[in-house]
């Protein structure tokens, strides 16, 4: 009895640590299992919370005079643009979020919307100004607003401070760092307006060289901000941040100068092809 009392209770030992080894194992699969639907639904509710919000422009249609009869094509049809500009911008908003800095929104998204806004705006008040008084203060219906729901797009969660790096720094936009060689990031270069234009007529030259100033602060202005965000954004920033709103501001100033010169002599045509500008290393 003495030996079988061993063999015995082996054998029931052997059992019991198998039960406890099933039981283990059931119980650290459905701990798996567990944890899984956790991290899914936290997922889920993430990205439900992370709304980049929507943009909201003033009503332009609401605060126009009666639109004369020649000019309802055109009004309509820069109408129906406005709302197409906003939409393009919210798709926009959605696309870059987590892109750019915190002004990420207001340089690539809202100011550019409002430059196109405006050059829309004035083209309308062109139009009515041919056969009836040409409505004034428009322009002040071009700046939109982000209504934000949850985390912003494009930098509205506060971005990440970069620390001075010790080592050269990775590319700010598209160009090479250089703390110390600001001509690393490259100068702006667009076309040259004044030597494309027709004849100015007398009655036009102010507000011409007006506009002609203008485009040569905007490019100013624009190698300014090259210089000042280096290390900003991803590999689009340039064009999306600074290129891309530069056109925009010369597009509304060249519409101007040639909507200038046609009240009283042929407006130029193909104007527009300049307003595009390029970054020059």
Aim: positive net charge; proline residues 6%; charged residues 15%.
């Amino acid at each position: 009895m003495s030996r079988a009392l061993p063999k015995y209770n082996k054998r029931r030992v052997t059992f019991i640590g198998g039960a406890a080894a099933v039981a283990l194992s059931g119980t650290v699969i459905a701990g798996f299992a567990l944890a899984g639907e956790t991290s899914k639904n936290s997922g889920t509710s993430a990205r439900t919370l992370a709304s980049p919000g929507t943009i909201t422009c003033p009503d332009v249609r609401s605060k126009l005079p009666a639109v004369p009869a020649s000019a309802k094509a055109e009004v309509d049809r820069n109408l129906a643009l406005l709302n197409t500009q906003i939409q393009e911008a919210n798709k926009r908003l959605v696309d870059t979020v987590g892109q750019g800095g915190p002004n990420f929104v207001q340089n690539a998204i809202l100011g550019p919307l409002k430059d196109k806004r405006v050059a829309t705006v004035n083209r309308i008040a062109t139009a009515i100004g041919r056969t009836a008084a040409k409505p004034q203060g428009l322009d002040a219906l071009a700046p939109c607003t982000l209504n934000a729901a949850g985390t912003k797009a494009g930098g509205g969660a506060k971005a990440t401070p970069t620390a001075k790096a010790t080592t050269p720094p990775q590319q700010a936009g598209g160009n090479t760092g250089n703390t110390g060689n600001t001509n690393a990031v490259g100068t702006i270069s667009c076309p040259d307006v004044r030597s494309k234009l027709p004849a100015v007529p007398a009655s036009a030259k102010a507000e011409v060289d007006r506009n002609l100033a203008l485009l040569n602060t905007q490019i100013q202005e624009a190698n300014t901000r090259l210089v000042n965000t280096v290390g900003q954004g991803g590999p689009n920033f340039v064009q999306n941040a600074i290129l891309g709103p530069l056109k925009d501001k010369r597009t509304a100033a060249i519409d101007r100068i040639a909507i200038s010169i046609g009240r009283t002599a042929a407006k130029p045509q193909g104007l527009n092809s300049l307003a595009a500008c390029t970054l020059v290393k």
